[in-house]
């Protein structure tokens, strides 16, 4: 039965395709008391009801949303499918669940529901909540969803401007959006800004990079660039591999040292978008729903495109569902190096 479902699934994400005739009876297989053992079914009809938006299953959905012995992930997957299903349950679920009374991870998951619903009161919400975040907090799904919506990261980064948040929430999100490969003019520079690391970086003249190539060359540390490189905020090794460690999104830098000039280093790390080659040419996707998103081109034929995002994960997308794509930039954003310190940066070149 669980495997029938997300062939269904399958079905409906690659190929726009779902069962005829009534689809009711699929709010039956939820029930927010189930057993462990059932959680593979249970997880499969929940999915299916919000890419069919079945709208019989709404109170089953919002049950299973907003009880308090549920665990996170089942929450998550069920307010995913109720703001897919949309109306008035989906959308006063999740203005309750953005409440100040729920914990904050279940308070980011609502917020990002409730971009499919209504931006503007998503907004509100996201700027009260990012007021309380801490360092170990952790809002990239709240971020998400506003990077995933067309006017989405424009909304969010007026509402920023005008509603201070504080530095570890700034940080947080900055990182996130450098760490799926996102620079978004307007959310940067009101992330950067509000995080104390407002610096633009300026393009160097040939000078000033023969001059940090020479700096490399006497002072830099490779073991300190090394444990830079493998810095969570960096986000260096989600895409990169050296020596088969890490991701394999872009290329894999092995070779680098011994294959490149230390000044192309340098520009490929403060300027990505100069010299990209054309496998690794990101794809701009943008859905008749207004959804945006950015990753490599994989596989495509007549009835889906495969992306491959900077996370590594790898997006079906109908072709049916598309209303404009794009050619893109290079998956490593501009701007990265906003974390690091000069001496930072010249041992990462090392």
Sequence with gaps: RVSALQNLAAATVSRKVKPEGDLAGLAKLIQPGAPKEQRGLQMAAIRLCGLWKVTAASEQLQQVALGKSTDLEFRRAAIDSLMQVGGKTALATAEKLAGSEFPKPLRYLAIAGMTELDLDKATSSAVGVLQETKTDDDPSALFAAFLDQKAGPDKLAAAIDSGKIPLDAARLGLRYMYSIGRSDAALSTALSKAAGINRDVKPLTEKEVQQ????????????????????????????????????????????????????????????????????????????????????????????????????????????????????????????????????ELVDLVR
């Design 212 to 343: 940090l190539a020479g700096e490399v060359l006497t002072r830099g540390d490779a073991e300190r660039g090394e444990e830079v490189f493998r810095r969570v905020d960096v986000s260096c090794m989600k895409c990169h591999a050296i020596s088969k460690a890490g991701g394999d999104v872009g290329p894999d830098l092995s070779a680098l040292g011994s294959s490149s000039p230390i000044d192309y280093v340098v520009k490929s790390i403060l300027f990505p978008n100069q010299a990209i080659k054309e496998q690794y040419r990101a794809a701009v996707v943008i859905t008749v729903e207004g959804k945006v998103f950015t990753g490599i081109v994989k596989d495509r034929n007549g009835e889906r495109i495969v992306l491959k995002e900077a996370t590594g994960r790898e997006r079906i997308i109908a072709i049916d569902d598309i209303e404009e794509e794009e050619e893109g930039k290079s998956l490593m954003p501009q701007g990265l190096t906003k974390f690091l310190s000069h001496r």
